[in-house]
């Protein structure tokens, strides 16, 4: 039990001690020669700028450590550089508590929604950051809306349903905001083959000879947002159904148009909607090399008098163009398509963040509900986003949305069932890892998509030591101005290395350099435990920021000295050059053995009370009788206890009674000193003790009850086995005689029937019976056979 748990006890020191090694290990691998460099390795890095710092054989890199192992070996915490990271709120505008029924109305640049707008963070490599975000979706919240309708043929029932949607959307929209604008905008397809018909009759009217339709075209803005429904249904009204030839549209060309020309749209910084009307698919990027169009889509704005005049030029866009160009702009889009393209628009709705796929009756009758609970989804989820962030840094989110709902990883960007007048908060993470090449400041913005709000968050990476600001350039203390001094070492110059820039970098490897790193003429360059750097030798760092090489040959350590009870130098000094520098009052070479007598003291102030020497602290009793930590106790001197005065002399025992050995304490429950004993008494029987001394007055005697005496021959079993060895012995010879008898019976009957072999015949007829007699060996043979017509009938014996 006690080795198992020293076992135990010596295997978490490992582990901690192999953990305490790994986590010290970053800051020393990296080698670095500056405070700059040490810094960006890890958060836990600090620097030492005590100019004595150093030990002899120690390059600059040993600066660079953990605060801990710093300040171990010496460093001051005042002279340990270990700046931290830092966030400062810039601008902190509150969110704002608008009311619908409010007389006063607030203009759009005057809602804020999202909490804080503008934050600089200081990173220091490895150090996160966090700070908490809010945002909290306003009431009476203005909104744009642009109706982007196909007005391919097959659209003509639907564009007779939208041509007073204008003043029903207006009316419904009035329940959710009374700042409400509606725009509209049609396509039809790319003005060239094989879309449509180039013919001069085709180009006039694209339709059959009795159906009167207008020329084909790319994208029209038909009408700017305005605040108007009347004149949103003027216009439409006035609309005319045009045709092309294949089925897939190019409403991703109109989209596009939608998206990039703010200005001729008239989009507002609010809520931007996009409606899209359709009950065909669309052509994306690659579909225009049929038309002979190969370059890519620019993403810019080409309208002309409301017309799009670049679709015969540009491809159309891609996916990806198209999200980015939306997400960009804060457009959300409502893809209001027909029962049979629903599979094909949810499939698009899934690549486009902040989009809605609704279902659009063959005469478009349904299209304000459509409008309406599309809109009431999309304004239900917030979804962050960021733009792109610099090389090494990181952001992770975290959402704690409605109710206490809590979200990491990717679902950590989003909140959903937001009502109007909901907040909800995010935490956000951000770290860097490196700094920058160029080490200047980097800004990124975080929003909600579909949103005009966001947040600026400028990046300030901490790449330097505040005492570097304080160097000495061309300082004489560097080989006479071969570098930099700051922080306590040299920074060197460019070609120069070495503790003090010493050396240049060409002459780094040579014989004469390294004769002065070979201790005694030796072959071994520092020892075989550090490098020879401009004939100076520069000792290995060991993972534990504990144990060191040094020397002027890194010949020696501090952690290859004698261990006692697992501990370097026994806990009770210092290891240097391999030896042992014991404390006070303990020698060895372990430092394991303690000076001090005052254990050994006995009562009579005697030391080992005159029957023993003291070593280490313990009493070695040179009498044998005599044991205990001090060797005064003597159970069997003559005369401790006598039967008739144990009362009277043994009072001072604390009398214990077990019932068996398993009870006695052992050694090893005890912190205090006790004996195990046992004695014969006249009856030649054992008993056991124990004997123990606690607090130096108390005497603690546990006897075993239950003597252990020779026991007395059993009879019964004596009897039992006598009877059976003579029954068994009788078997034996019974079964030794029948095998004799045996074998005896079958030599006699192998000799007869050798003679039977050997034997010569003879036949005569019996003068009475008239039998054949055959005679063996003749007349006289004592033995016959009596035949009756040459067949034995039985065997005759004749005398």
């Not at 398993?662 to 008993?687: G, I, M, T, V």
Request: aromatic share 6%; net charge negative.
């Amino acid at each position: 039990m006690d080795l198992k748990l020293l076992s135990i006890a010596t295997l978490l020191g490992i582990l901690c001690s192999c953990s305490a090694q790994q986590e010290g290990s970053d800051c020393i691998k990296a080698n670095a020669q500056s405070c700059g460099e040490c810094i960006q390795v890890a958060e836990k890095c600090g620097w030492c700028t005590d100019a004595d710092f150093l030990k002899q054989g120690e390059s600059k890199s040993a600066r660079c450590d953990e605060l801990k192992s710093l300040i171990t070996k010496g460093c001051s915490k005042a002279k340990i550089e270990n700046p931290r990271g830092s966030i400062s709120i810039d601008k902190d505008k509150p969110v704002t508590n608008r009311m619908k029924d409010v007389a006063e109305k607030l203009k759009p640049d005057q809602i804020t929604q999202i909490q804080p707008q503008k934050l600089t963070l200081n990173l220091r490599s490895g150090e996160a950051q966090t700070f908490k975000l809010k945002f909290k979706r306003a009431e009476d919240y203005p909104i744009d809306l642009y109706y982007l309708m196909d007005l391919s043929f097959s659209m003509k029932d639907d564009l007779e349903n939208v041509k007073n949607l204008g003043t029903d959307l207006m009316r419904e929209m009035q329940e959710i905001t009374s700042d409400f604008r509606i725009g509209f905008g049609s396509f039809v397809e790319k003005t060239v083959m094989p879309y449509i018909s180039t013919t001069p009759a085709r180009l006039l009217n694209p339709c059959t000879s009795n159906e009167n339709c207008t020329s084909p075209f790319s994208y029209k803005n038909v009408l700017k947002l305005t605040e108007n429904g009347q004149q949103f249904n003027s216009l439409v009204s006035k609309q005319q159904i045009s045709g092309n030839l294949d089925s897939p549209e190019g409403g991703f060309d109109a989209i596009m148009q939608v998206a990039v020309c703010g200005d001729a749209i008239g989009w507002r910084n609010v809520t931007r909607l996009l409606v899209f009307s359709t009950d065909a698919g669309f052509h994306f990027a690659g579909d225009g090399k049929l038309g002979g169009i190969v370059l890519p889509n620019d993403g810019k704005c080409h309208l002309e008098n409301n017309m799009y005049t670049m679709s015969h030029y540009y491809d159309y866009p891609s996916i990806a163009h198209l999200v980015q160009k939306l997400s960009d702009n804060n457009i959300q889009t409502i893809f209001a398509v027909t029962e049979e393209f629903q599979p094909v628009y949810k499939e698009l709705k899934n690549l486009i963040p902040k989009s809605a796929v609704g279902t659009l009756s063959s005469n478009s009758s349904n299209v304000i509900k459509l409008i309406i609970d599309s809109y009431n989804s999309l304004s239900s989820e917030v979804i962050l986003e960021n733009n792109k962030v610099p090389e090494g840094v990181s952001i992770k989110y975290k959402s704690i949305c409605k109710n206490g709902m809590v979200g990491t990883e990717e679902n950590g960007r989003k909140c959903s069932n937001i009502s109007i007048g909901d907040e909800v908060s995010f935490d956000i993470t951000i770290e860097s890892q490196k700094c920058p090449s160029q080490g200047k400041s980097e800004t990124i913005r975080i929003k909600p998509l579909g949103f005009n709000e966001d947040v600026e968050i400028v990046l300030n990476f901490i790449c330097e030591c505040e005492c570097s600001k304080g160097g000495e350039p061309l300082s004489k203390i560097c080989h006479n101005g071969n570098g930099t001094f700051e922080c306590g070492a040299c920074r060197c110059n460019e070609g120069r290395i070495g503790r003090l820039c010493e050396c240049s970098t060409d002459e780094v490897r040579t014989d004469d350099l390294d004769g002065n790193c070979r201790k005694d003429n030796g072959t071994d360059i520092c020892s075989n435990n550090g490098d020879c750097v401009c004939g100076t030798c520069e000792c290995k760092k060991r993972e534990n920021p504990e144990e060191r090489y040094s020397g002027k040959f890194c010949e020696c350590d501090n952690f290859n000295c004698d261990r006692s009870n697992n501990k370097l130098c026994g806990g009770h000094g210092r290891c240097e050059c391999r030896v042992c520098i014991c404390d006070a009052n303990y020698t060895g070479s372990a430092c394991d053995c303690s000076l001090d007598t005052s254990t050994c003291l006995a009562a009579n102030k005697q030391i080992c009370n005159g029957r023993g020497t003291c070593e280490c602290g313990v009493c070695k009793c040179t009498n044998p009788k005599f044991q205990g930590p001090t060797c005064e106790i003597c159970p069997t001197c003559p005369g401790v206890c006598k039967k008739d005065t144990c009362q009277r002399d043994c009072s001072y025992f604390n009398l214990i009674r077990v019932k068996d050995r398993d009870k006695l304490p052992q050694p090893a429950d005890q912190s205090y000193p006790l004996s195990h004993c046992k004695e014969r008494d006249a009856n030649d029987c054992w008993f056991y003790y124990t004997y123990a001394v606690r607090n130096d007055t108390m005497r603690e005697v546990y006897v075993v009850e239950t003597l252990e005496c020779p026991a007395g021959p059993d009879i019964i079993p004596i009897v039992a086995g006598v009877v059976a060895g003579i029954v068994l012995i009788g078997l034996a010879l019974l079964l030794i005689w029948k095998l004799l008898m045996i074998i005896h019976d079958r030599r006699e009957f192998a000799k007869f029937e050798k003679e039977k072999m050997n034997a010569k015949w003879d036949t005569v007829r019996h003068p009475i019976t008239m039998n054949k007699i055959a005679w063996r060996g003749g007349p006289d043979s004592r033995s016959a056979l009596l035949f009756r017509d040459t067949r034995c009938i039985r065997p005759l014996v004749c005398s």
